[in-house]
């Protein structure tokens, strides 16, 4: 849960919700029925965005070792997921306090960042293609704080809206 509504719950013994943080209350309720959608979604589709970005890895690094891409990949599912908690929980603190100081320390000791930065692009590329863009939207931010943290200068934008696909001439 974000850190400002968890305060705001503490305070309730001492009094009743003023305006302002009933405000942030109001916002967290209402757009949680959306997060847990988009966190649905991933649940789901996790495999099939994991495969189709080692599908990518294994064409733009064939001299790359099987273990290296699986390292690499198996630290991209950790961070969708702990991206998925965070857009949930919608507390982007909680990436910083479980999980990106030990992905960056992991990344630099098996020296994966190469194919992670390249990862990274790929990963959000099919994220556009898997997902509904409004849901894109509340994860991308979340993946680009990560990328931006262990791999600094390395977060290059995806697309919001997948690019229209060609329609197949009618017989």
């Known amino acids: 849960m974000q850190p400002t509504i968890e305060h705001i719950f503490d305070e309730v013994e001492h009094r009743y919700l003023p305006p302002e943080s009933l405000k942030q209350v109001h916002h967290y309720v209402k757009s949680l029925p959306e997060r847990i959608t988009a ?13 189709k970005v080692a ?31 965070a857009m949930l929980m919608d507390d982007i603190t909680h990436l910083d306090e479980q999980f ?24 959000k590329k099919i994220l556009v293609q898997a ?16 990328q931006n943290t262990v791999l600094p200068g390395s977060v290059v934008s995806a697309p919001a809206q997948p690019a229209p696909q060609p329609v197949a001439a009618a017989i």
Do not use: C
Not at 103 to 123: A, W
């Open 39 to 51: 966190y649905r979604t991933l649940r789901e589709r996790e495999t099939l965005i994991l495969q």
């Open 100 to 123: 990106t100081d030990w992905l960056g320390e992991s990344m630099t000791i098996h020296n994966t960042q190469e194919v992670d930065r390249i990862l990274y692009g790929y990963l």
């Open 131 to 146: 997902m509904p863009a409004k849901h894109f939207t509340l994860i991308s931010p979340l993946l680009d704080h990560i």
């Open 55 to 85: 599908d990518q890895l294994e064409k733009t690094f064939p001299n790359k070792s099987q273990d290296d891409i699986e390292r690499s990949l198996r630290y991209a599912m950790l961070a969708l997921r702990q991206s998925a908690m």
